[in-house]
């Protein structure tokens, strides 16, 4: 069974659906917590399974859109053992390092390729907590580019946008061949 078709099965939406590409609508806080918790247990609960039938080594986030829901939620589980699922309510990024480098991405939404992804090396996201409150969080190289990709799944972008002009997605057979991990110095 291809990538995508693993994720299909799992409930995750593919390329070519129309709220793949349309912005979310945010949550009024406190006011639609309820809505907001149960859009994040289902977040989360996708998480398992989709961890089961693929190894993330450098961390995976999913989004409410990936999950047919039109909502300002994404939650993204870094790398490292131990660390805890980061929550994204309406996330904004309000600023972003002038300093960027190149990666490769993959999207649960289209897995059967990677793309060499341009990204800020630090964002500053602002969320709203569940009571309403207003969070900002720095976040930086590898989170900093799971987080983005996430937002950008809110704001109705694919890494496909974001990939320099005439840059094109490798077939994930290909990649596996020439693919590394995310480095960063210092």
């Known amino acids: 069974m291809q990538p995508s078709q693993q994720m299909r099965s799992l409930g995750v ?7 793949l ?30 961890g089961r039938v693929h190894s ?14 039109a909502r300002a939620a994404a939650v993204v589980q870094p790398a490292q053992s131990g660390t805890p699922a980061i929550v994204l309510l309406n996330p904004v990024i309000t600023d972003r390092s002038a300093e960027t480098d190149e990666q490769y991405e993959g999207c649960l ?18 969320t709203t907590t569940l009571d309403g409150s207003t969070l900002t969080t720095v976040y930086e190289h590898g989170l900093a580019r799971l987080v983005h990709h996430e937002i950008d799944h809110l704001d109705g972008l694919l890494y496909l946008s ?25």
Do not use: C, N
């Not at 939406?13 to 709220?19: K, R």
């Not at 609508?25 to 149960?38: W, Y």
């Not at 005439?166 to 480095?183: K, N």
């Open 56 to 69: 993330f080594a450098k961390g995976m986030g999913i989004a409410a859109p990936q999950l047919g829901i």
């Open 109 to 126: 939404s289209f897995f059967d390729v990677r793309g060499l992804v341009p990204r800020p090396l630090t964002i500053t996201v602002q």
């Open 21 to 50: 590409t349309d912005p979310t609508r945010p949550f009024s806080l406190p006011a639609e917590r309820e809505d907001a918790e149960a859009v994040v247990d289902r977040l989360f609960a996708s998480l398992d399974p989709i």
């Open 162 to 186: 974001r990939m320099r002009a005439g840059v094109q997605p490798l077939p994930v057979d290909e990649y596996r061949q020439t693919g590394r991990a995310w480095s960063y110095e210092g």
């Open 13 to 19: 939406v593919q390329h070519g659906a129309p709220i």
